[in-house]
Every structure is written in C-alpha cells, then in structure tokens.
C-alpha cells in the first residue's frame, strides 16, 4: 500500500507508545530494528563509542593521549550530557570536536568551553550556514518562515504524553553552545590528532550541504550524515536547499567503496560488515529508484500531483527496515523533483492561469450545492476514513470562514487522524501542530527568528539587506529618500536607497547616488531587535541616535512590515 491509500480509508494499525501517543504500528515496529534506543552506549570499535540519545548519537573517538568527538547536539545540554558520558569512561581531554553538518554543533562550549586546545574541524561551509540560521535557504529572506516550519516539522507543539504526543523526530530547542569551525578540511583530506589517522570527505551531501564523513582507516569505522536508519527525505516540507537525489546517492556511493567494518550515523544504529555493504546497496538503489521513476514519469505525461502515486519503490525496498517512510513520505519526492526539472508548470494549457484559491473555494462550494452541502460529505468522508478528501473539502470551507467552530472542529479532527496513520514521524508533527492550533491548544507563529546572538554572527550588511524584502510599495510609492545606518559597534555604515517601493542596500555610501538624507546611529544589538520583530520601532528610534532627517526616519522605516505577535500566526484565532 502507499502512503496516499493510508488517508482514503485504509484500515492502519495503530499501537499506543510508553508516552501514550498513538501511532503507525508497522513505522514504529521498523524504526526499532534500525535505531538505538535512549540512553544505549555501543563500543562499535576498539576506541570507539557511539552514546544514543533518542533521536541523536554523539561518537566519542579516543586517542593516545586525547578524545575527538563527532557531533556535540542540537543544544549546550546535550553538551553537557556528552560530557558526563565521556567522563565515566575516560579522563583524557578533548582535543578535537568534529561536525559532522551544520545541525547538530550547539554543545560545543560545554565540552570544550572557548575552544582554546581544542580544533574545530567541519566542512567549509558549517560557519556560513549557521550564521544564516542553520535552515538551509535558497534565499535567506525566508530564514524566519523555515524555522517556524522547523518548530511545526519537530514536535514543538505536540504534548509531552497522550495520544498526539511525539512518538519521535523531537529536536530539543534551548541554549547554543556552537563554537565555529576553526579548522575546515577539504574533500580526501587526511589528518592524525592524538595518533589517531582520519580522511575526510566533503564532496557530497544529504539534507545539507556541509556534510563530513569520516574515514577511520585503523578500524575501518565511516562517520556520516549519509546512511540513515530511513528513507532518506529527499524534501522536507520545512523547506531547505535543494536535495539531489543524485549527490546523496553518490556520497553513499563514496562510503561503500570504503567498504566499512562499521558504519556509524547521526541517527542510525551502527551496522557492520556484510550487513553494512547490503543496507548501502538498498539505499543507493532506493534513492536510484526514486529519482529514476520520477523521471520515467515526466518522460510519460505524468504531473507533479500524477507523480504522487506513480513513484513507488519495488517491493523487496519497499520492505527494507532502511527505507520506511519514517522522515518523510515517497508521494512527496515526485512532484518536488518535477518541480527542479521543469518548474511548477504540468504542461495542461489549462494549468496556466487557474482561479485564485479563494475564487476557487467559492466556486466549488457553491458547484457542491453550498457550505452545509460540503460540510456535510466532509463529515460523510471522515466517517468512513477517506480523510484527504475530508481535510480537502473542509479545506474549501475554511478558507472561505476560517474562523467557523465546526469548520475549525473537523478540519483538526481530520489532521488529528491523518497524523496518528502516516508512518512519518516529521508528517505526523505538522498535522498534530495545526490540528491543536485550531482547536486553540497551540499558538504557531508564522515566522520566528533566530535569538540574537545566531544573528550578530553574521555581518550587518546580510540582515540589512534582507531588510529590503518587507517595504511596502503602497505605503513607500511617493518615497524617495536614501537612509543610511551606522553600526557603532561593528564600526560599518551601509545605505538603503529606497526608490518609490523598491529599496536597494548600498554597501558602500559613497556609491549612493547622493548623500543620505537620514543618518542612524546605533549598536548591533538594537538593530537586530528590531529586525527580528523583537522591539518595536519606537523602541527601536528612541535607543538610537539620529543625527539627520528626524522627520524622515519614522516614515522610512514605518513603511516596512512588521510582524506583530498576534496578527503572526499559522492559525488565526
């Protein structure tokens, strides 16, 4: 069965975890065959211990006379649980952190405090990207809305027991202990620290572009973000970079070439040996599939939607405990790779120039015989388990009154469903997320930002930049005025010009066009409050010093949006 036969009215198992929350049986069974459970220590080699922590492992690698870790958490507490399992097994000091991508280097300062004796080795490009916020963005612009995406992806909005509590894929969100990378490698780059001999290789990614695996040749151990213990989640809904299918197939490619003894993950148990070369031949097979079937697919005619149940793995994949649907579902890879090839255009001459979603909301409720008409097959469909053509036509009727109590009821009762049958830990999370939204038991922002001090890391001229994108042309169209901002801290001074609502940053002002008619003055910190929606602009105003044009300042900058907390949220309420 596919994933997309699970929500029209496919009989799922269900099983109830130690946490009450209820879910796909069949996922849950396959997830325990390829992952540790919480808390398990595994020596996987002669000096190398894998420390399970749920939903993430941290390696501990030891040398002569010094310890290198792989991977220090998603927070500075699990830094410091890290620390006190090292220290029950060894006293040496920690000479070198490795990352092994972007997403998991926060407990770094709680194992190795400042840095200093210690190397920070990662991929080029760790540093860039946590300084942009980790998220993985085509444009940066859309930073905030992906982390918001995140939260919901993550299980911050599901309860801690009953039955929409996570049954796993929950990031822990607290402190950063991040330390940048202080030592990046290239691709087949080699290195011995604290005698112990390591190759690294930075050519491929998977769900980033700064992965390192590492090659212990001594042992035969491979470190890595490639082999993961599911289908590899060739899109997330979150949004991200591109993911080829292609690079991560060939890193995978890179890794079994190594033939490795053990293959250690940031997610998956380790496997070994002939075990280890079977489970890398079915995932480098199943991502092969996956792109090759969408392909077949365009080359037939087929759509992004049409793709949604035309790309299947063959059977024996299928079934492999390596490639359940845990991190994300198939149905969702073709359309995103049609997309990547061609664009969003299905090629039906109809397609072009569809009704606006609101217009078509309309016209298909009144086509079904009105509001309680739709309502009505909506709870008819619900009833009888078809419950993507429940969420579809509820749909129609919230976006015409999205504040309607019976409306808002079905259409979180159906996402409520639909959450505790897909066999997708991340799937499961949004539905859950937006189904307590309506019900009033969760409030979700549509953008958050990154606190402050994930910011400042970058340099001024990124976030004023992307200041750019907010201005509203309705409000600036008379305007034409060029403000220049001056970061006392930073010691740099950049322009905005800002020409009848379109606005462009000048990073030097002396390419102005002419002098700045506004001059600000201000410390890093108040501007990136204000960037971040986190101060108000008459806050923002009365902690800077303006020094020209006072009556312009206010209009300048009141003529971009601001996103205020209450009017913020996914679902209104």
């Known amino acids: ?256 070439d190594l033939r490795p003894a053990a293959l250690v993950g940031t997610h998956a148990r380790s496997v070994k040996g002939a075990e280890a070369a079977e489970a890398l031949d079915a995932v480098i097979d199943g991502l092969s599939a996956i792109l090759d079937q969408t392909l077949r697919g365009i080359l037939r005619g087929l759509g992004p939607d049409d793709l949604r149940s035309f790309v299947r793995l063959p059977r024996h994949l299928a079934d492999h405990p390596f490639l359940a649907e845990i991190y994300g579902e198939i149905s969702h890879f073709g359309p995103y790779l049609y997309n990547a090839a061609l664009g969003w255009f299905d090629g039906d001459a109809a397609s072009i120039n569809p009704l606006p979603p609101t217009e078509q909301a309309e016209r298909l409720v009144e086509a079904m015989g009105g509001a309680e008409a739709v309502f009505s097959l909506a709870q008819t469909a619900f009833a009888k388990k078809q419950l993507a053509w429940a969420a579809q036509l509820v749909g129609y009727l919230y976006r015409l009154d999205p504040m309607k109590p019976d409306v808002r009821r079905l259409k979180a009762d159906a996402l409520q469903q639909m959450g505790r049958i897909t066999p997708a830990h991340t799937i499961r999370s949004w539905y859950i997320a937006q189904a307590r939204a309506l019900r009033g038991e969760a409030t979700i922002p549509r953008l958050t930002f990154a606190n402050t001090r994930v910011l400042a890391l970058a340099p001024p001229t990124e976030s004023m930049d992307q200041y750019r994108v907010r201005i509203d042309p309705d409000a600036s169209g008379d305007m034409d005025v060029v403000v220049a901002l001056s970061i006392s801290d930073r010691n740099v001074r950049h322009a905005w010009h800002l020409r009848r609502g379109v606005v462009e940053l000048n990073a030097d002002v002396e390419k102005c066009r002419r002098q700045p008619d506004v001059e600000v003055e201000t410390d890093y910190d108040n501007w990136l409050r204000f960037f971040s929606c986190k101060r108000s602009l008459d806050e923002f105003l009365e902690k800077a010093t303006i020094r020209s044009g006072p009556e312009h300042a206010r209009a300048f900058f009141a003529a971009f949006d601001f996103y205020e907390a209450a009017d913020n949220l996914i679902v209104p309420r």
Not at 207 to 226: F, I, Q, R, S
Not at 233 to 247: A, K, Q, V
Request: hydrophobic share 40%; aromatic share 10%.
């Open 1 to 256: 069965m596919t994933t997309r036969g699970l929500y029209s009215g496919a009989d799922v198992r269900l099983t109830t975890l130690a946490n009450g929350a209820i879910a796909n049986s069949d996922a849950q069974e396959k997830l325990e065959r390829t992952t540790y459970r919480a808390g398990a220590i595994d020596q996987v080699a002669p000096g190398v211990t894998v420390f399970a922590g749920g939903f993430l492992n941290l390696t501990l690698i030891e040398g002569d006379d010094g310890l290198i870790v792989y991977d220090t958490g998603e927070t500075f507490e699990d830094g410091e649980r890290f620390l006190r399992q090292i220290r029950a097994i060894s006293d040496k000091p920690i000479v070198a952190v490795i990352y092994s991508h972007s997403h998991y280097a926060n407990g770094t300062t709680a194992l190795v405090g400042d840095g200093r004796g210690a190397r920070i080795i990662g991929h080029p490009k760790v540093n860039g990207n946590m300084a942009s916020g980790g998220s993985g963005s085509l444009f940066p612009e859309t930073a905030p809305l992906q982390i918001s995406r995140t939260l919901q992806q993550f299980n911050f909005y599901s309860p801690e027991s009953g039955p929409d509590a996570a049954p796993g894929a929950a990031l822990a969100f607290g402190r950063s202990g991040f330390l940048s990378v202080d030592t990046p490698v290239s691709d087949g780059q080699r290195m011995t620290i604290a005698g112990v001999e390591m190759q690294f290789f930075t050519r491929y990614g998977s769900d980033t572009d700064d992965c390192l695996t590492v090659h212990l040749p001594a042992t035969g151990v491979v470190l890595n973000n490639l082999f993961w213990p599911w289908l590899p989640n060739i899109y997330t809904l979150r949004g991200s970079l591109f993911r080829d299918p292609r690079e991560w197939r060939d890193g995978l490619k890179v890794i079994r």
